[in-house]
């Protein structure tokens, strides 16, 4: 009952996130076209530090699981774990949620990057980013771990924001540039995330 719950849940999420953005996909072509190979290889490197950081936090017992083992007795991503299994609906699935990466990046870079230009804020907001994602099911060390790519956005966002100030923009033209930025960053590195576990369906 709980699994189709959180099946339920995930196509509603989808659904709504479709829904919302409609009429507005132009959004997902301009966000892709502020991307630079740079961010790409950033991404890359972020995601290995991730892994790195996970290696090691998983070493204390009670860091390794997240409460979606419960149900499936693996590790896995909310929004991943109701189509495991199952290529034939997986594949279709992940390919939606690859355009609506932008939208969902967008939205959490408004929450956790807007405005945060000292750095103590810019930690507890990195922190906080990382372990938002707890309600997501994956294993609390790689919640605590996700605050390094929470770094990352908050960096680019910082220097996208200071840049606009410097040209003369208003602060809150400059959270946008900045908002914008980070999202760009956040959105490649959902989209990498995403093409690894696609490879690893066909391995």
Same mark, same amino acid.
């Given at each position: 009952?709980?699994?189709?719950?959180?099946i339920?849940?995930?196509?509603?999420?989808?659904a709504t996130?479709?829904?919302?953005?409609?009429?507005?996909?132009?959004f997902?072509?301009?966000?892709w076209?502020?991307?630079?190979?740079?961010?790409?290889?950033e991404?890359i490197?972020? +995601?290995l530090? @991730?892994?790195?950081? !996970?290696y090691?936090?998983?070493? *204390?017992?009670? /860091?390794s699981?997240g409460?979606i &083992?419960?149900?499936?007795?693996?590790?896995?991503?909310?929004?991943?774990?109701?189509?495991s299994?199952?290529?034939?609906?997986?594949?279709p699935f992940?390919?939606?949620?690859?355009?609506?990466?932008?939208?969902?990046?967008?939205?959490?870079?408004k929450?956790?990057r807007s405005?945060?230009?000292?750095?103590p804020?810019i930690?507890?907001?990195?922190?906080?980013?990382?372990?938002?994602?707890? +309600?997501m099911? @994956?294993?609390?060390? !790689?919640?605590?771990?996700?605050? *390094?790519?929470? /770094?990352?956005?908050?960096?680019? &966002?910082?220097?996208k924001y200071?840049?606009?100030?410097?040209?003369?923009?208003?602060i809150?033209?400059?959270?946008?540039?900045?908002?914008?930025?980070?999202?760009?960053?956040h959105?490649?590195?959902?989209?990498?995330?995403?093409?690894?576990?696609?490879?690893?369906?066909?391995?």
């Amino acid at each position: 009952m709980l699994k189709i719950v959180i099946i339920v849940a995930v196509v509603l999420s989808l659904a709504t996130t479709i829904w919302n953005h409609r009429s507005d996909f132009s959004f997902f072509k301009l966000v892709w076209s502020n991307v630079k190979f740079k961010v790409i290889l950033e991404c890359i490197a972020v +995601i290995l530090l @991730i892994l790195t950081a !996970v290696y090691f936090l998983n070493q *204390i017992e009670f /860091l390794s699981h997240g409460w979606i &083992y419960l149900i499936y007795g693996k590790d896995q991503n909310i929004l991943f774990a109701p189509f495991s299994g199952n290529n034939i609906v997986y594949v279709p699935f992940l390919i939606i949620l690859f355009f609506l990466l932008p939208f969902w990046a967008h939205e959490e870079e408004k929450v956790f990057r807007s405005k945060a230009i000292r750095w103590p804020k810019i930690f507890l907001m990195s922190l906080s980013f990382g372990l938002v994602h707890t +309600i997501m099911g @994956i294993p609390l060390s !790689v919640c605590i771990a996700l605050s *390094i790519a929470g /770094l990352y956005f908050a960096y680019k &966002y910082r220097i996208k924001y200071l840049s606009s100030i410097e040209q003369g923009n208003t602060i809150e033209q400059a959270d946008l540039d900045g908002i914008f930025e980070s999202t760009s960053a956040h959105t490649v590195y959902n989209s990498i995330i995403v093409g690894i576990v696609i490879l690893f369906l066909f391995l």
